[in-house]
């Protein structure tokens, strides 16, 4: 049992640049959500989903897209890399929304837009 | 590893203590509160949590205090250790059809040997 694992763990892109960020999870979750942690900050959320092949907006999701097309995996997509999108990047998922949300977060990927 | 933050603010606590770290959140609407622990390297990892009715609830070694009047939270950790040193993060979810969590800035937590 991996628990939520993603990939890569480290990239670097110029401004322009796409990329895709994979989350995986082996828990049978429903939800899973995508984070981002600035210096001093606390997480925010981008983009989240309720279940496969559906997905929703969050806090902060302009420049970012997401797909659930298998439940146990959630991509977010960078179009046009921008340095305001350096940033570490976190997933995570849970088996209900509300109440008794106890959010299971992956490792990170530390992205650097130059 | 990932690095959590480089600005944050710093609690100091000798090995032994027991440490308070605070938190206040933005919505009176909130129904629920989830601390979280964040190792260098590592995504948060949950504590513990408290709903809205409640203004306690102890855990092992930790207690979460809520105290709506003011929107202030709580996270007591007792006879801290070594392996408590991290950042701790609370966070709050909204009362309303989405399934968001908000979080804090957060605290680091530094345990003196």
């Known amino acids: 049992n991996a628990g939520v694992t993603q990939t890569p763990k480290f990239r670097v892109l110029k401004t322009g640049q796409s990329m895709t960020l994979l989350c995986a999870q082996d828990m049978n979750h429903e939800y899973m959500y995508w984070y981002r942690q600035d210096p001093g900050m606390g997480l925010r959320l981008i983009h989240y989903s309720v279940g496969e092949g559906t997905t929703a907006k969050g806090e902060v999701p302009d420049g970012y897209n997401v797909s659930r097309l298998k439940k146990q995996n959630f991509l977010l997509g960078l179009e046009s890399a921008a340095p305001s999108q350096t940033s570490v990047y976190f997933c995570a998922s849970s088996y209900y929304g509300r109440s008794y949300n106890e959010q299971f977060f992956g490792p990170g990927t530390r992205l650097t837009v130059l | ?113």
């Open chain 2, 1 to 113: 590893g990932e690095s959590v933050g480089l600005h944050l603010p710093t609690l100091s606590v000798q090995e032994g203590d027991n440490s308070i770290i605070n938190c206040a959140y933005s919505n009176s609407a909130s129904d629920y509160f989830i601390w979280y622990k964040q190792e260098s390297g590592k995504g948060p990892q949950f504590i513990i949590d408290i709903r809205s009715n409640m203004d306690k609830r102890q855990g092992q070694r930790v207690t979460v205090l809520l105290n709506k009047t003011v929107k202030h939270l709580s996270l007591q950790i007792a006879a801290t250790q070594p392996g408590d040193s991290a950042v701790y993060f609370c966070a709050e979810i909204l009362m309303d059809s989405s399934y968001k969590l908000i979080f804090g800035s957060g605290t680091r937590l530094l345990v003196r040997p």
